[in-house]
């Protein structure tokens, strides 16, 4: 990992984003399939999205987005914090006519969409069930008119 840091600051000093992006990547891999860290991949993979977005790199950008769509709703169990990326990642790729990116993606964009829709049903049935048949029901606050 050391020597991945320092190939990203040599690559930083000469202002070669693309050596910067590739030494981001490869970190990414590093400590995610080597150290699985991924809490500390998340802010690497900011990085490499940043770069992507500056030099153009659009291909890569999605598969940068993807990977951190999936940290955030697989790993930290937030999918709701992952569905913007994986929005941005599908967008981009089929905008970009990367058909085989936007397939790859699709499955993980179509997950993250159903977890996020099924969770508030989950929770309110949670809390409907709580409420004993003697109360009345509360209105809404959004049916208060």
Known sequence: MK?????????????????????????????????????????????????????????????CLANQAYIHAEILGRPEAGLPYAEESYMLAARNGLHSKAGEILPLLEYLRRCVNERPRDIHHQIAAKIPASQPKKRPWWKMW
Do not use: W
């Open 3 to 63: 020597c991945l840091q320092e190939e990203e600051a040599i690559a930083r000093k000469l202002e070669d984003k693309n050596s910067i992006e590739r030494a981001l990547t490869h970190q990414v891999i590093v400590l995610v399939k080597g150290l699985q860290s991924f809490d500390r991949a998340l802010p690497v993979l900011g990085a490499q999205e940043k770069i992507c977005r500056e030099t153009g790199n659009i291909e890569e950008l999605c598969s």
